[in-house]
T-cell receptor
Framework: GENVEQHPSTLSVQEGDSAVIKCTYS??????FPWYKQELGKGPQLIID?????GEKKDQRIAVTLNKTAKHFSLHITETQPEDSAVYFC?????????????FGKGTRLHILP | DAGVTQSPTHLIKTRGQHVTLRCSPI?????VSWYQQVLGQGPQFIFQ???????GRGNFPDRFSARQFPNYSSELNVNALLLGDSALYLC??????????FGPGTRLTVT
């Protein structure tokens, strides 16, 4: 089955700097890659996603890249702000009309330093 | 628009008891999935239901069961609770085969 590896487990960056979180997946059939942000005491919040037919997607300060050949995908946050502090999860899914379970990485705890 | 709602928010049970967790999806979403999140880990897939039919099941024992009702709400049942079942149980609803939107979760503590 699918396995998603996420690095680093903890990341500290100065406010205003950029943060990068990297993930790899094992199942070449995976075609959907969402990223979630989870704040303390809350459920995961979908912040951006990318499908396998796209190499890059950007939404304001957040961007994701996907390298299908290498089975790598990454989250880039620019101009980090204190409210970006949270746990971020990458995930992979083989979305079909029958089954679209999401397999999550173990998470990255992002600290934004003042 | 209301997001995914879950009840109860917190629950304390004793080993051997059973528990029922409830989820209401976003209006118009017909698919509901359940995940277990142990402290410090990513969510793990338990079940997915679409139009009241089970579409997928994760690697969980038969003590875990679920169902979806005609209004697309869902219940997760866990029998014969073990200490290791202590976790945050998340429900997610989906309009398509892609995006899943999570509720706030139910924190289950088994003592």
């Amino acid at each position: 089955g699918e396995n998603v590896e996420q690095h680093p487990s903890t990341l500290s960056v100065q406010e205003g700097d950029s943060a990068v979180i990297k993930c790899t997946y094992s199942d070449s059939a995976s075609n959907y890659f969402p990223w979630y942000k989870q704040e303390l005491g809350k459920g995961p919040q979908l912040i951006i996603d990318i499908r396998s037919n796209v190499g890059e997607k950007k939404d304001q300060r957040i961007a994701v890249t996907l390298n299908k050949t290498a089975k790598h995908f990454s989250l880039h946050i620019t101009e980090t702000q204190p409210e970006d502090s949270a746990v971020y999860f990458c995930a992979a899914s083989t979305a079909t009309n029958r089954d679209d379970k999401i397999i999550f990485g173990k998470g990255t705890r992002l600290h934004i330093l003042p | 628009d209301a997001g995914v709602t879950q009840s109860p928010t917190h629950l304390i049970k004793t080993r051997g008891q059973h528990v029922t967790l409830r989820c209401s999806p976003i209006s118009g979403h017909k698919s509901v999935s359940w995940y277990q999140q142990v402290l410090g880990q990513g969510p793990q897939f338990i079940f997915q239901y679409y139009e009241k039919e089970e579409r997928g099941r994760g690697n969980f024992p038969d003590r875990f069961s679920a169902r979806q009702f005609p209004n697309y709400s869902s219940e997760l049942n866990v029998n014969a609770l073990l200490l290791g079942d202590s976790a945050l149980y998340l429900c997610a609803s989906s309009p398509t085969a892609y995006e899943q939107y999570f509720g706030p979760g139910t924190r289950l503590t088994v003592t």
